[in-house]
């Protein structure tokens, strides 16, 4: 029988739908490890829901009702028409804006040029980053409360150190040109520290090479942070000036607490005091949802517009 008649060998071949069992106790380990993880994840979700999102969605409610006498009716645009039409929405914007035009110059410059500072120290490091970074350790109220002492106008700290050069005392927080930037300067102190840290950070993650090549290119101080450091911290700095824009547009706890809300001539009235006073101080819990909608379009839409533009510019 020659080779070419004979029958195929029949060959076997494992089945591929065949799944080797799985141990039960291998099974039940898996199922209470993604339990565990997804009730941590439910947990977090929940969180989110009743303390972010459902406060949002309630206050988007509330700008279009109106409650009088206990009972609640819809109001339409009669919250933003009446908001609109309130001088004091207006003086708000432009003290918030100026308030946010001063914390940048201040509150976002400062910190890199401080971590640029301490990235080239190379003695005291720790010491220093832990003396920067005690301002945010101490609880907001008692660093406003430090600083209002020092702002008083007969025996505050400031007035003092003018004293000493012969320069005039000043009226801090009483003076209508002074009392904005008397808290643009107590919220920089209060907040740069954590800034620094993340400036320095980024900063000790560049390659020594690179600050290397620039010195053998007969680079000085100022060009190696314009052409090397800026550049390989680009992504930060542009992280770190949009939170800056939507926490100076949301700021509260200093004017508060350092000129009472509205300050000399409604100098510091900002947009989240007037959302304060229309909820708390007229019960008007309509318009001061209308505010805080207004404010959230205004931050929504910055942020938008600012991360396509920087995305454009990275392409």
Not at 270 to 275: E, G
Request: charge should be positive.
């Amino acid at each position: 029988m020659s080779a070419s008649t004979l029958p195929p060998r029949e060959t076997t071949r494992p089945r591929q739908d065949a799944v080797p069992p799985r141990p039960s106790g291998s099974f039940t380990r898996a199922l209470r490890r993604n339990l565990t993880a997804h009730g941590f994840l439910i947990g977090a979700v929940l969180c989110f829901a009743f303390f972010s999102w459902y406060p949002m969605v309630r206050e988007f409610v509330l700008a279009f009702q109106k409650t009088k006498d206990g009972r609640t009716t819809w109001a339409g645009w009669s919250n933003l028409s009446y908001v609109f039409h309130d001088p004091a929405f207006w003086q708000a914007w432009r003290n918030t804006l100026l308030f946010t035009g001063l914390a940048l110059v201040l509150g976002f410059v400062l910190p890199f040029l401080v971590a640029v500072l301490l990235n080239e120290l190379r003695h005291g490091q720790g010491y220093l980053r832990l003396l920067v970074y005690l301002p945010v350790m101490l609880p907001p109220v008692a660093s406003v409360l430090l600083f209002k002492y020092f702002y008083d106008p007969g025996h505050g700290l400031f007035n003092r150190i003018f004293e000493l050069f012969g320069l005039p005392a000043q009226q801090w927080l009483q003076s209508t040109d002074t009392a904005m930037l008397s808290v643009v300067i107590a919220a920089t102190w209060m907040n740069m520290g954590s800034a620094t840290l993340v400036y320095l950070a980024a900063l000790q993650g560049i390659p020594g090479e690179l600050y290397e090549a620039a010195e053998l290119d007969g680079a000085g101080l100022l060009r190696k942070i314009w052409h090397v450091t800026v550049p390989q911290t680009r992504l930060v700095l542009s992280l770190m000036f949009l939170m800056q824009i939507i926490a100076t547009m949301q700021v509260f706890t200093e004017p508060f607490l350092l000129t009472n809300g509205a300050g000399p001539e409604g100098s510091t009235t900002t947009v989240v005091y007037l959302i304060y006073q229309y909820a708390f101080n007229f019960n008007n819990y309509g318009g001061a949802a209308a505010l805080g909608l207004c404010l959230l379009v205004l931050l929504a839409g910055f942020s938008a517009a600012y991360v396509r533009l920087s995305r454009d510019s990275d392409q």
